[in-house]
């Protein structure tokens, strides 16, 4: 994708003015940022946007030229197809790994708990824990809450491997649905197993079948979705509490400028959830005081953020692209990182400041960064250490640097399946309801990261907006969550933002019309509401009036997110375009030929506005098919105003 982003005007690279101020800061005193490196990228290699660059063996690298004028082959014969394919399998898988890899760090640590073996770490959710036993078959009767625990612990540390060939949680997944994947083979068996099997299977001279590959790719997706990503969410909640709707606030002026900041970076809340504890530590806070700081002040960034603002409340300070530009300010003691999504410029950045870059997991290091190596069994002592370090850099604060832009926007979050349905009097039916009547037309998951190829947040923001304005509930994980918050769409007052159907929904519950699931690995939040509503229905989810939306993804997660959507029945729009199309077979499949298959397809629809008016339409279709009333979506004013009818409303039949 050609830009000029390095040198443009700030608007051009993000719409809030917390990141605008802190870029032109950036290029004032000469720091490079992400925007300048994806300038000094260009141009990126063509083959390997098209996917069809392969550097799976030593015979390699090897590409295919896309215009038929150089080779149409791989040294060892492979075709454009199976390139494409193979390289979409391994993507997945990565993704696919680093959400299961987190669950399984959550499961260690669950398991470790419910032997006695940490410290910092306890059931906060008992009522969560039976539920989650009664659910996989574990006996709670007569047993106390640890016995449980160790014993659901097992069960699901079993899903990892190979020996009980289905996952924990596959029957949430309506009858329906299972049996299609028995049929098309792809009942993901084991989470590890999955994984490796794809890494198999896309080594030289395996499947040389696209179709059988891809296929292969919705199944390590599943594995992903309704396994490692799902256990990591429940027990999550299990140890740290289910999340309840909670009032925060974002942006990057939730920082203080007379307190010691700590940025908590990364994905698992194992890590966060101790560090927030520590801060609160009389000790500490009087140690910060001594220091001439009035207090400690902790603040999320991305996943780890979305964990602790779900559970605590704890104020975000922005999402994927806001982790250099946090440094910026001049004002972060600390920016403490676990794993994922952690570019490792921060280090750089950070080097012109104050700010200690603390990285804590044994698996991600940073060269240039202050290791603490994390373990659940001394957690509460690491976090303190941690805390102590953070507190110990406010010495080393230059005040007349520190510049916090903007004031924060206020936000709530904590919206669980349980706390959606406790809103709604415990059952989903009061929601179906409202679908079947056209009161809501329907629910998208809005999804995913930043990625500096598009102005941040732009795409989220707009596509939200319109779907609200039309009457679809928007439900948000992850980046995509952060830039609604920063853009007011996450308060109930937002609910005057909405259409008149949605509005009112949202003003007689009093929640926004765009609710925050929760982090990456809570998109797993999604496909169980999803599998619920389809129960309450009696129909499988590829009927229900569904899309997810990934207006700005960038990363590997991302895809596999997308690949268990979509082979859960939800078709979804992506805003950046996947590397699959050098290879036209591959992107029909997709594209296409999948509909018929699993009943979504993905789309590619980089416009916002487009974007919000297939996606109407695709509801719209799907309200038809379930006889429910629908409408004619046409294009019509580019611009509805908030609260108006839906373009088209009336029409149909
Ligand atoms: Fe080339 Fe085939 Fe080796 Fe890939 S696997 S690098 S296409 S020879
Ligand atoms: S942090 S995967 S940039 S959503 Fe989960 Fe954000 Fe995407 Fe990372």
Redesign the pocket.
Known sequence: MSHTNGNGSTRRLTINKDAQAMIDAARREGIETVWDRLDAQQPQCGYCALGLS?????????RIDPFGEGPLK?????DADV?VARNLGRTIAAGSSSHSDHGRDILETFAAMSRGDTAGYEIADEAKLLRLAGEVGVPTEGRDAQEVAKALADVLLDDYGTRRGTLSFIDRVPAERRALWARLGITPRGIDRENVEMLHRTH?GVDNDYVNTLLHGLRTGLSDGWGGSMIATELSDVMFGTPKPVMSEVNLGVLRVDQVNIAMHGHNPMLSDVIVAAAEDPELVEFARSLGATGINVVGLCCTGNEMLMRRGVPMAGNHLMQELILITGALEAMVVDYQCIMPSIVDVAKCYHTQIISTSDKAKFTGATHVSFDAEHGTEIAHRIVRMAVEAYSDRNHERVRIPDTPVRMMGGFSVEAILGALGGTPKPLVDAIAAGTIRGAVAVVGCNNPKLPQDLEHIELSRRLIENDVLVLVTGCAAVANGKAGHMVPEAAAMAGPGLRSVCEALGIPPVLHMGSCVDNSRVITLAAALADALGVDIDKLPLAGAAPEWYSEKAVAIGSYVVASGITTVLGVQPAIFGSPHVVDLLAGGLDDVVGAKFVVEPDPAEAALWIRRHIEGKRRDLGLPWVEVVSGPAEPAPGSAPVGAGAGV
């Open positions: 392969c550097r799976n063996c030593a015979m390699g690298p090897c791989g040294v060892c014969g492979a390139i030289m």
